[in-house]
T-cell receptor, first 114, second 111 residues
C-alpha cells in the first residue's frame, strides 16, 4: 500500500457544526502532515506530527484541532469554522520528518463552510 | 529566509514539443527537492525526488535536474501530450521538518 487515503472527499458544513477529516496511511511512515490549499496557491503547512506527537503548529486557529491516535491515522477536528476556511485540505506522510524518501500526499478533502 | 520560486506562472505549448519548467531556491543547504503534479481540485502526485547528492532523476518522459550551487532545479518534459496539462509544483526540504513550496507553473498543452 503506497497511498495516503483521505475521507471524506467533499464536506459542506455550517459555521456552528463540528466535523472531522480523516487521513490514513499504511506505509509505516512516522511523520504526518496537514496542509491547507486555497485556489491557485501552493499548499500551506498547518501541523506536523512526528512519532504521534505534535511537533509543529503553524499558528493555526484553535477552531482546527489535530489528533494522531496511532502511527497510521491522523484526524483534523473542525469546530466553529468561518467561510474563509473553505479550502482543499491535504494530508501527507513521510518516513520521518527528515524526509529522505520524500512526501506522499492524499487526494484531499474539499471543504466548504456556509 | 528560505524561498522557492517558479517562473513562469503559466505556460502554453503545442502538443509534441519538449519543454522545461524552472524552480529556483535561495538556500543551497537543501536536503532534497520534489516535483509534484496537481490536477484541478485534486491532491498532489509525486513525480520525481532528487536528493542533494544527486544531479538528476528520470522517470519515463520526465527528467529533473538539481544544481545546488546555482539554486536551480528544472523539470524537462519530452514529447508533451494534452494529458500533461496540470499545475506543476516544486518543493524543497531544507531540513526543518517542512516542505517549502514554489508557487507553481500552470501548464497547458495545446492539441
Amino acid at each position: 500500500d503506497t497511498e495516503v487515503t483521505q475521507t471524506p472527499k467533499h464536506l459542506v458544513m455550517g459555521m456552528t457544526n463540528k466535523k472531522s477529516l480523516k487521513c490514513e496511511q499504511h506505509m509505516g511512515h512516522r511523520a504526518m502532515y496537514w496542509y491547507k490549499q486555497k485556489a491557485k496557491k501552493p499548499p500551506e503547512l498547518m501541523f506536523v506530527y512526528s512519532y504521534e506527537k505534535l511537533s509543529i503548529n503553524e499558528s493555526v486557529p484553535s477552531r482546527f484541532s489535530p489528533e494522531c491516535p496511532n502511527s497510521s491515522l491522523l484526524n483534523l477536528h473542525l469546530h466553529a469554522l468561518q467561510p474563509e476556511d473553505s479550502a482543499l485540505y491535504l494530508c501527507a506522510s513521510s518516513h520521518r520528518t527528515d524526509v529522505v524518501d520524500g512526501y506522499t500526499f492524499g487526494s484531499g478533502t474539499r471543504l466548504t463552510v456556509v | 529566509k528560505q524561498e522557492v520560486t517558479q517562473i513562469p506562472a503559466a505556460l502554453s505549448v503545442p502538443e509534441g514539443e519538449n519543454l522545461v519548467l524552472n524552480c529556483s531556491f535561495t538556500d543551497s543547504a537543501i536536503y532534497n527537492l520534489q516535483w509534484f503534479r496537481q490536477d484541478p481540485g485534486k491532491g498532489l502526485t509525486s513525480l520525481l525526488l532528487i536528493q542533494s547528492s544527486q544531479r538528476e532523476q528520470t522517470s519515463g518522459r520526465l527528467n529533473a535536474s538539481l544544481d545546488k550551487s546555482s539554486g536551480r532545479s528544472t523539470l524537462y518534459i519530452a514529447a508533451s501530450q494534452p494529458g500533461d496539462s496540470a499545475t506543476y509544483l516544486c518543493a524543497a526540504h531544507f531540513g526543518n521538518e517542512k516542505l517549502t513550496f514554489g508557487t507553481g507553473t500552470r501548464l497547458t498543452i495545446i492539441p
